[in-house]
């Protein structure tokens, strides 16, 4: 799905601030799981042994291998939409659909830009594996579309396990 950004409001910095630390903090939790300490962390994608986190960025991936096999030019991850993704692959566990749990349009959560037009891919898979979520993502006319819009420079991918199915959300901007 696209939005262009005249139709959206704008979040509020208090309210960025907690997208921000609710996925920085997950991604700790996870690392503490993992290690038995909560290890400083420069970027919120370091930790690799996050299952979640090492499918979101092999996702990533694929997508700009199918945009260089397409002539397109890739994508470059974007801090800002890995926060709103992390959030929106959340929220796609509560209310599966592009309109957020609050009844608004999934790009009211969009922090950073100023982007003059955002999109969102969502996928629900049973179990954590890029490849899947993205063969059939490529198998929607509509989300290998967003994949493959050529003006979208910057893009974010979140993938958020919950009661035996794993959601991925990818945010797009330029």
């Known amino acids: 799905m696209r939005i262009n950004k ?14 921000t630390m609710s996925c920085v903090m997950d991604n700790m939790i996870a690392a503490e799981t993992q290690t038995g300490t909560v290890q400083e962390q420069k970027d919120d994608t370091e930790d690799l042994n996050n299952p979640e986190l090492a499918s979101s960025l092999e996702l990533f991936q694929f997508m700009n291998k199918a945009r260089e096999d397409a002539g397109i030019t890739p994508l470059e991850w974007d801090a800002n939409l890995y926060a709103v993704a992390c959030l929106r692959s959340q929220e796609a566990s509560v209310c599966w659909s592009h309109t957020r749990p609050d009844s608004t349009i999934f790009a009211t959560a969009f922090i950073g830009g100023p982007w003059k037009e955002m999109g969102e891919n969502l996928s629900r898979v049973n179990r954590i594996d890029a490849q899947f979520a993205f063969d059939g993502l490529m198998g929607s006319p509509s989300h290998k579309d967003n ?11 979140a993938a958020y396990w919950c009661n035996g199915e794993c959601f991925y959300a990818t945010e797009f901007g330029y």
Request: overall charge positive.
């Open 147 to 157: 994949i493959l819009y050529a003006p979208w420079k910057y893009a974010a991918v």
């Open 6 to 19: 005249l139709a959206i409001g704008f979040l509020s910095l208090s309210t960025a601030f907690l997208l």
